[in-house]
């Protein structure tokens, strides 16, 4: 935008992107809104249009587009105009009123939050905002939700505040908390009943709990914590009154947990006081068990798993805290606490339940690693408790008549009971898993009920539920020794009636899949096994089930199911007369290669021969009647077929004495290449099939290794010109695993290095495009993987390759690239190519590749430093620069003085000062930095310091 746009002009535009039912003039205003927005006239026409207050609609648009405007775009604003831009800003706030917009107020207060934390010189924000709005009744409403945002914004991504101001900022807030909690006070003492008030009181506090800025040691005797439980006590409540009470709680004890945490055994003083503190809040949480109850007679789902939140926060609290005052075999008095949460884990609802999951998974990690029997004999009861509870919870409704995902909300639920398989499969170690299945089992038959007295028969939801948790634990039952619940489970199952519930008759197939394991050791199982199992794919509702108990039974006993293999072939002939869905074939086929593995030798291709072509003559139909169109997932789409092949030359891994003999699935692949080939040719204009194609090769040339070089050439020549024709970056990914396999062979390493020399070309092409590396992350993840390939497997002669230049200045711009796998692979790269050029064992080329790789070094290995270290402060996410960090220390290694100059060029080239004209670093900051790497010998020391360096630039 060259000029400042009529006011009207932006009313009109405001008016017809909320308003005109022409979708295309919305569009259009909506661009054109975009634009304005990211100008800087921005600033005057949203200033003017807060001023003017003509309607809702421009009014929001104005308020929004302040607060991206400072949040985004602050540097715009010379120093001087900062002052009249925060008094513009309260002067707006000011004339708030109960009829505002709560969404305009709150992009006016975020916008002033970010402004005082991007205005360095305002010295003492907080205590202006007070004096200025706190002891008028309707600015308290905007005044608290700026001391809301204020803390909040801190940390936000989208300013760039830098560590050194963020903790200037924290400093100043911490120096202003004493103020804001008579304010607080204040506010609690005068609102009145208003609800809003208190909510945002409540809130203010949170939040400047969260950011430290507050004291636990403040906490005792603060009023408001004891507002927060005076609201949890009392069940009439309102709903986000109760919810802003218990965030208030929850953020407190996480922060004790982390204050505990940090100071164990460093000081005396403090801990004690943090124990005191502990106390406190077990003694007044511990209070709010019969509000709890009161919630769950008066059905407030709300309140009840906001009381949850609490007494699980509170028990995380206290974790280390009772497990290491249970040493020994004794109870700690915290565990009243675990008390608590069962108590919610009882909760008829499971979504209260679900609420525990994250203690549960910690306490077990604790116990495991601790590995004492005394202390899981301490902890057992509660476990059980807690399985039992999940058990309930996996129940299904009595009159559901499909299957778990069939019901109302099924796949809710279905995910639920995933997350409790997960659960129970971390935590039954401290009761045991065959004790767990014993009590599953006795839940089955209907053991004795209370005082001794006959119990009911289970129902058919219970007795499913029941398996399903056996299901969870069967596969840490040690095979050998359990000899009498598993047979009785497995007889039991393969004599359910007809009439069983589906439900019933679902869980008991796949849990006969997770006992493949004792199958194994019990053989004699084997037949009835399967032959219930084969019954089974035939029933509506049980295929895919008996497909994944079919496919772990073979994994488990490939030995045994080999004499079974003729009927498993007749099972792979059969597939589509099945109810089952195409990934339930595919993992029966899955099963049926793994078996064919340990055929006699003699017996494995006439096999593989007939397994492959039950899958390959149809796609041989298809490509043969290119009328027909194709339906994704139906038998006309190519993909079913070639994934079938896929997984049939996966899973097909003889055992192979001498590698100097004929692979006994060599000639099996070489009658398959011209119908892959076929499909590769057919298919080249659809990246999907493409991608599949070139999966089927991959698995194909795994499945033989080097005895499908004769496959080469052809291969070669094929991949080459369809990738010059279409650029399908899987072609690069598919060249990698012929480098990988082929490489070593001398003879073959020329055609390698010709087909990588023409693949470059087209790949450039691409990538030089503007936005090319960011619009083709995947060409780039699969270029450099090719790269490294060759780094790897024949360095020398890559090292001498004329496209090296090319390649190496590519991998330069795509440091800063924050796509994950491409940017991991671009780094792989540089750091196999500076592996390649150090010493290794039993190489006779040392010197060579020494050689090759310091002529690149010398040229490139500046600029690396200085791309990897800006990549590093302005591209990448934190998790990324692990990968970075491996290669810088690898460059350390190869020439430290190297590094530690050109670390020292790119510093010099960093930014003083950021976006809101603070400055970024200090000397000293500086000079750690670079003292750290450069006299780093680990990978980790790089990462830990590139992390710290890049946030006095974010």
Request: proline content about 4%; some cysteine.
């Amino acid at each position: 935008m060259d000029s400042p746009p009529a006011l009207e002009t932006v009313y009109q535009a405001v008016y017809s992107l909320y308003n005109n039912p022409d979708t295309l003039e919305k569009e259009k205003a909506s661009l054109w809104l975009g634009v304005l927005q990211r100008s800087v006239y921005a600033w005057k026409v949203a200033d003017e249009m807060l001023q003017q207050k003509r309607d809702l609609e421009s009014c929001y648009f104005a308020a929004q587009t302040m607060r991206t405007k400072i949040q985004l775009s602050f540097h715009e604003l010379p120093t001087e105009a900062h002052a009249s831009l925060r008094d513009s800003l309260m002067e707006h706030i000011s004339q708030i009123n109960e009829h505002t917009n709560t969404v305009i107020v709150t992009q006016l207060c975020v916008a002033l939050a970010d402004l005082t934390l991007q205005m360095s010189s305002w010295q003492k924000p907080v205590v202006d905002l007070i004096n200025r709005f706190g002891s008028n009744t309707s600015s308290l409403w905007p005044l608290l939700e700026v001391m809301i945002v204020l803390p909040e914004e801190v940390n936000a991504r989208s300013l760039r505040l830098g560590a050194n101001r963020r903790q200037q900022i924290l400093m100043d807030l911490t120096a202003s908390a004493e103020t804001v909690m008579e304010f607080l006070k204040m506010c609690l003492k005068n609102g009145g009943d208003n609800v809003q008030i208190h909510i945002r009181i409540l809130r203010c506090f949170t939040s400047w709990t969260i950011v430290h800025a507050i004291s636990l040691q403040a906490v005792p005797s603060s009023d408001i914590v004891a507002y927060a439980f005076q609201v949890l006590g009392n069940h009439m409540a309102s709903s986000q009154l109760h919810e802003a009470a218990t965030d208030c709680v929850c953020i407190i004890l996480q922060a004790l947990e982390q204050e505990s945490s940090c100071n164990r055994g460093q000081n005396t003083e403090l801990e004690a006081q943090l124990q005191q503190l502990q106390l406190c809040l077990f003694t007044s949480v511990t209070t709010l068990e019969q509000p709890y109850h009161l919630s769950v007679a008066h059905e407030d789902m709300d309140k009840s798993m906001n009381y949850c939140r609490i007494f699980t926060e509170l028990a995380e609290t206290f974790l280390e805290t009772m497990v290491l005052g249970s040493v020994g075999g004794k109870q700690h008095y915290a565990i009243k606490i675990l008390d608590l949460v069962l108590m919610c884990v009882g909760h008829h609802d499971y979504e209260v339940a679900e609420i525990t999951f994250n203690l549960w998974y910690r306490l077990s990690e604790v116990l495991y690693q601790r590995n004492s029997d005394d202390l899981n004999s301490v902890f057992k009861p509660h476990i059980e408790r807690l399985i039992a509870a999940l058990c309930r919870h996996c129940q299904m409704e009595p009159d559901q008549l499909g299957l778990v995902e069939e019901g109302g909300g099924g796949e809710e639920f279905a995910d639920f009971r995933g997350r409790v398989s997960e659960l129970i499969k971390d935590v039954v170690f401290v009761v045991g898993s065959s004790h767990c299945f014993r009590q599953m089992f006795s839940t089955l038959t209907g053991g004795p009920g209370p005082q001794g007295q006959p119990a009911h028969p289970p129902t058919w939801d219970s007795t499913e539920a029941a398996l399903f948790v056996m299901q969870a634990v069967a596969k840490n039952i040690l095979p050998r020794e359990e000899n009498d619940v598993v047979p009785k489970v497995v007889e039991a199952i393969l004599n359910l009636p007809e009439n069983a519930h589906i439900a019933v008759r679902h869980t008991s197939v796949l849990l006969l899949g997770e006992l493949c394991e004792w199958i194994e050791k019990h053989p004699q199982s084997l037949e009835p096994v399967l032959n219930f199992l084969l019954a089974c794919l035939n029933q509506r509702g049980l295929g895919n089930a008996a497909s994944r108990a079919l496919q772990s039974i073979c994994a488990a006993c490939p030995l045994h199911m080999a004499a079974h293999f003729q009927g498993l072939l007749q099972i792979a002939r059969s597939l589509d007369n099945f109810a089952i869905s195409n990934d339930a074939a595919i993992v029966l086929l899955k099963g049926v290669a793994s078996t064919l593995a340990r055929l006699p030798k003699d017996e494995i291709a006439p096999a593989m021969k007939e397994l492959c072509w039950f899958q390959a003559r149809p796609l041989c139909e298809l490509m043969e009647s290119r009328g027909i169109p194709i339906e994704r997932g139906t038998k006309t789409d190519p993909m079913i077929w070639l994934d079938r092949l896929a997984a049939i030359f996966r899973h097909t891994n003889p055992r192979i004495e001498n590698p100097n003999e004929p692979h006994p699935c060599q000639s099996v692949i070489t009658e398959m290449w011209p119908v892959l080939s076929n499909a590769c040719n057919t298919y080249q204009h659809d990246t999907r099939l493409m991608e599949r194609c070139c999966r089927c090769l991959r698995f194909a040339v795994r499945c033989v290794g080097k005895h499908s070089a004769h496959l080469l050439e052809p291969l070669v020549k094929q991949i080459v010109e369809l990738y010059a024709a279409h650029q399908h970056s899987c072609f690069l990914y598919l060249g990698s695993i012929l480098v990988d396999e082929y490489a070593s062979d001398i003879d073959c390493v020329p055609g390698l290095l010709g087909m990588l020399e023409a693949f470059i070309g087209p790949t450039f092409t691409i990538l030089q495009h503007p936005d090319g590396l960011k619009n083709h992350p995947d060409t780039v993840d699969d270029l450099f993987r090719l790269c490294a390939r060759f780094l790897q497997r024949a360095p020398v002669a890559f090292l001498h390759s004329a496209a090296l230049g090319s390649i190496v200045e590519c991998a330069l711009l795509a440091c800063s690239l924050d796509h994950r796998d491409a940017n991991a692979s671009v780094m792989k790269f540089f750091y196999d190519l500076l592996h390649s050029g150090c010493k290794h064992e039993n190489r006779s080329d040392f010197a060579i590749r020494r050689q090759l790789v310091q002529e690149i070094v010398r040229k490139e290995g500046q600029s690396l430093v200085a791309r990897l270290l800006h990549a590093s402060v302005f591209s990448l996410h934190s998790y990324m620069l692990s990968d970075v960090a491996d290669v810088i220390v690898e460059l350390i290694s190869f020439d430290r003085e190297l590094v530690s100059k050109g670390l020292e060029e790119a510093i010099k080239a960093m930014p003083t000062q950021n976006v809101v004209g603070a400055p970024t670093a200090t000397p000293d900051q500086l000079l750690e930095f670079h003292n750290t790497v450069t006299r780093a010998d680990s990978s980790k020391t790089v990462s830990h310091a590139l992390r710290n360096f890049a946030r006095l630039f974010r």
